[in-house]
T-cell receptor, first 110, second 115 residues
């Protein structure tokens, strides 16, 4: 069973920030939060991951709440090519079997 | 740099035939994974290779499924006597190691259709 809960769908205007929430209220102290996205007919694409601190890379920012029970993926300036299903995953140490839930289907609107 | 490469990208075959799916991981990645994604479904773990250790085959759905990883690099997933329920996208991923701080990087998969 997935350890995360995400809204099934979201819309975002092109050029605006897309904020995708994820609830992981049962996360353990040593578990990482990973974000992936899957564009139609492609494999899942790694976006970003973090443990406790907020993280930023060239694709996105990851904001993890202080209690680590939820996180938000931020795409700062969404483009049409960001339309995809976004998955939030919790990974335990030594666990390599990613469990993908149903994700959030993000549609970026022109 | 090159990502995970899978071939063929599409495979159509008749029920009862054997198929082989190939995965070339990212150079230097010691861990390799196979997943299956059925239409509209999430990813289903199949098998995991880490270096020279015995693979974790716990996700293979039946004994018709097998996988090898030769020389710690290229992997082949073989499905014998294919059935229609085997139709899915088969995804391969690799990572630098096994730790939870090592992201898995996926290929674009092989779309398998059993007629």
């Amino acid at each position: 069973d997935a350890k995360t809960t995400q809204p099934p769908s979201m819309d975002c205007a092109e050029g605006r920030a897309a904020n995708l929430p994820c609830n992981h209220s049962t996360i353990s102290g040593n578990e990482y939060v990973y974000w992936y996205r899957q564009i139609h007919s492609q494999g899942p694409q790694y976006i970003i991951h973090g443990l406790k601190n907020n993280e930023t890379n060239e694709m996105a920012s990851l904001i993890i709440t202080e209690d680590r029970k939820s996180s938000t993926l931020i795409l700062p300036h969404a483009t049409l090519r960001d339309t995809a299903v976004y998955y939030c995953i919790v990974a335990s140490p030594g666990t390599y079997k990613y469990i993908f839930g149903t994700g959030t289907r993000l549609k970026v609107l022109a | 740099g090159a990502g995970v490469s899978q071939s063929p990208s599409n495979k159509v075959t008749e029920k009862g035939k054997d198929v082989e799916l190939r995965c070339d991981p990212i150079s230097g990645h010691t861990a390799l994974y196979w997943y299956r994604q059925s239409l509209g479904q999430g990813l289903e773990f199949l098998i995991y290779f880490q270096g020279n250790s015995a693979p974790d085959k716990s996700g293979l759905p039946s004994d018709r499924f097998s996988a090898e990883r030769t020389g710690g690099s290229v992997s082949t997933l073989t499905i014998q006597r294919t059935q229609q329920e085997d139709s899915a996208v088969y995804l391969c991923a690799s990572s630098l190691g096994r730790g939870s701080n090592q992201p898995q990087h996926f290929g674009d998969g092989t779309r398998l259709s059993i007629l």
